[in-house]
């Protein structure tokens, strides 16, 4: 079964300084891996995925993301945070194969302190 | 503006009533993908349709149904409803085959309370 874990419920960044939120998953055989963002009373927007390939992928606004696949990893990356990036971050996962669904973690939620 | 369209943005209904939440896919999109969103139980997947067939089952109640019609367009409905059922019901779209690593994108969500 697939499933997504992401282990900080809260994580708090300085204005300027790198953030990273962690996301690890499970799932039979090779994975696609998002990553969105929800801001208050909104609907969740993209902002990344690995599919293939380089194991580092850019995204909006400025975000990044690395796919570790040994550690089963895909933690998301932004060199200098911003007070607007500030919201809910939700890593997930959908099996190449075997399945059609898209599993989402119970999500992250960013401070950006100025 | 991802282009899905949900109705109605905001729902407060009777314990025991039944309602229906309306969804237009982005304009091409195959795929519907119906997910539920509380406090407690995070982002719950319930159901996914590919052109009018339903492909994929997750956490869905069986009070809950949904469809799809040949014009694309998703309704999933709510039935004796609890008080439980309160959440942010969300629909979401993607395009291409049921392979491929296509994006999901999510409408801005129906907020159901249920009183």
């Known amino acids: 079964a697939q499933s997504v874990a992401q282990p900080e419920d809260q994580v708090n960044v300085a204005e300027g300084n790198p953030l990273t939120v962690k996301c690890t998953y499970s799932?039979?055989?090779?994975?696609?891996l998002f990553w969105y963002v929800q801001y208050p009373n909104r609907g969740l927007q993209f902002l990344l995925k690995y599919i293939t390939g380089d194991n580092l992928v850019k995204g909006s606004y400025g975000f990044e993301a690395e796919f570790n696949k040994s550690q089963t990893s895909f933690h998301l990356k932004k060199p200098s945070a911003l007070v607007s990036d500030s919201a809910l971050y939700f890593c997930a996962v959908r099996a190449v194969t075997g399945g059609f669904k898209t599993i989402f973690g119970a999500g992250t939620r960013l401070f950006v302190k100025a | 503006d991802s282009g899905v369209t949900q109705t109605p943005k905001h729902l407060i209904t009777a314990t025991g009533q039944r309602v229906t939440l309306r969804c237009s896919p982005r304009s091409g999109d195959l795929s519907v993908y119906w997910y539920q969103q509380s406090l407690d139980q995070g982002l719950q997947f319930l159901i996914q349709?590919?052109?009018?067939?339903?492909?994929a089952k997750g956490n869905i109640l069986e009070r809950f149904s949904a469809q799809q019609f040949p014009d694309l367009h998703s309704e999933l409905n709510l039935s004796s409803l609890e008080l439980g059922d309160s959440a942010l019901y969300f629909c979401?779209?993607?395009?291409?085959?049921?392979?491929?690593?296509?994006?999901?994108?999510f409408g801005e969500g129906s907020w159901l309370t249920v009183v």
């Open positions: 979401a779209s993607s395009d291409g085959t049921l392979s491929s690593g296509n994006t999901i994108y």
């Open positions: 799932v039979s055989g090779n994975p696609y």
């Open positions: 349709y590919y052109n009018g067939e339903e492909r």
